[in-house]
């Protein structure tokens, strides 16, 4: 079965530094989107993208998160200047169209 | 914005048993809520949705009903056995691209 892979697994770095989390959606799916779930917290929505730009953000997707597919496999979460708050399971996620997703196994972000 | 909320938190029932995880939501726009799996050390994985034009939908051993009037819908899942164990997630959508997920429920079916 088709899965949505996300590297790393864990990734952890300094207060201050900038991260970028990997995915790579599935091969024929039109949409893509970053979730976050803050430990004992709901998961919360980030961001969608198709055709190349962002579709919808949420308030948590501020200047410091930016999103890109820098090819034709990959698309890219990258958080500027990591504070503590950020440490969370990020989790990728696309769909062939609206509706119903696969995410992939999320990448754990530890912020020191 | 839409709240989605979740109930129970946990949940624990005999193998063979049925188990119902129960989810409302607020905004009437909203039209489409699937329900997710998550196993630990794994992502959430789609097991059933349903759309706000239909009150019920079945898959062998999972049912989701769905009360428009009361914004409330539910997931039962008959016959548990223990690889039914895992958090569940119930999520709300209105324009299919942003879900608005529940806080989940752990479920542990005891063999």
């Known amino acids: 079965e088709p899965e949505v892979t996300q590297t790393p697994s864990h990734q952890v770095t300094q207060m201050g530094q900038e991260v970028i989390l990997r995915c790579v959606p599935i091969s024929n799916h039109l949409y893509f989107y970053w979730y976050r779930q803050i430990l004992g917290q709901k998961v919360e929505f980030l961001v969608s993208?198709?055709?190349?730009?962002?579709?919808?953000k949420s308030e948590i997707f501020d200047d410091q998160f930016s999103v890109e597919r820098p090819d034709g496999s990959n698309f890219t979460l990258k958080i500027r200047s990591t504070k503590l708050e950020d440490s969370a399971m990020y989790f990728c996620a696309s769909s062939e169209d609206l509706g119903g997703y696969t995410f992939g196994s999320g990448t754990r972000l530890t912020v020191v | 914005g839409e709240n989605v909320e979740q109930h129970p938190s946990t949940l624990s029932v005999q193998e063979g048993d049925s188990a119902v995880i129960k989810c409302t939501y607020s905004d009437s726009a909203s039209n489409y809520f699937p329900w997710y799996k998550q196993e630990l050390g794994k992502g959430p994985q789609l097991i059933i949705d349903i759309r706000s034009n239909v009150g019920e939908k079945k898959d062998q051993r999972i049912a989701v009903t769905l009360n428009k009037t009361a914004k409330h819908f539910s997931l039962h899942i008959t016959e548990t056995q223990p690889e039914d164990s895992a958090v569940y997630f119930c999520a709300a959508s209105i324009s299919g691209n942003q879900f608005y997920f529940g806080t989940g429920t752990s479920l542990t079916v005891i063999p």
């Open positions: 993208f198709y055709n190349n730009e962002i579709s919808e």
